[in-house]
């Protein structure tokens, strides 16, 4: 099983975008529990996703961008 951070998180979640694409049932399956398995971290990346003003997409964000944000959203709090 691999580790869960940022990194991976994003992984996952482009994976899953990826596994919808496609129509697999059975790879949309694994790709949603790989998701899951990330659970804190997904949502921090999808949290930061949500009305970013630096046009980042899933496609090209990076943890380091995602931990910015985390950590300007907390400075606002």
């Known amino acids: 099983m691999k580790g869960v951070n940022l990194t991976n998180a994003i992984a996952a979640l ?39 003003r630096d046009n980042m997409t899933l496609n090209n964000v990076t943890a380091g961008w995602v931990k910015s944000r985390m950590r300007e959203k907390g400075a606002q709090s």
């Open 14 to 52: 482009r994976a899953r975008v990826r596994a919808r694409r496609s129509g697999d049932a059975l790879l949309l399956a694994q790709a949603e529990l790989d998701v899951k398995a990330q659970d804190p971290y997904c949502a921090q990346v999808q949290q930061a996703l949500i009305q970013n």
